[in-house]
Nanobody, 125 residues
Framework: QEQLVQSGGGSVQAGGSLRLSCTASDDTNRPYSKAWFRQAPGKEREGVAGISPCGSYTYYADSVKGRFTVSRDNAKSALYLQMNTLKPEDTARYYC??????????????????WGQGTQVTVSS
């Protein structure tokens, strides 16, 4: 069973940047849809960014468009989230997710079968 291992995250001041990484521990990389989600205290988990199997298509929540960039390196079984111009409202625990298929609705949690352990991102004003 595929396991996703996350790295990156941490604390940064508003306007700063962070990069999250997510690597599949299974040797068999599933070239299906992947995404990043986040969950702030007291809020539901929300989709942040999604990416198609080959990386040609990317999708973003309105709140992060123009600031975040999702990418993947299938040769390394890796998924990335570059976060620039961070705001205090970006503070949340971030999770990577991988599907067993090509998903239609990238921001729906139920579309994904595998999840990373989560990593905290804290942005101070």
């Amino acid at each position: 069973q595929e396991q996703l291992v996350q790295s990156g995250g941490g604390s940064v001041q508003a306007g700063g940047s962070l990069r999250l990484s997510c690597t599949a521990s299974d040797d068999t990389n599933r070239p299906y849809s992947k995404a990043w989600f986040r969950q702030a205290p007291g809020k539901e988990r929300e989709g942040v960014a999604g990416i198609s199997p080959c990386g040609s298509y990317t999708y973003y929540a309105d709140s992060v468009k123009g600031r975040f960039t999702v990418s993947r390196d299938n040769a390394k079984s890796a998924l990335y989230l570059q976060m620039n111009t961070l705001k205090p409202e970006d503070t949340a625990r971030y999770y990577c997710a991988a599907a067993d298929r090509i998903v239609v609705r990238w921001s729906e949690e139920g579309s994904y079968s595998y999840w990373g352990q989560g990593t905290q991102v804290t942005v101070s004003s």
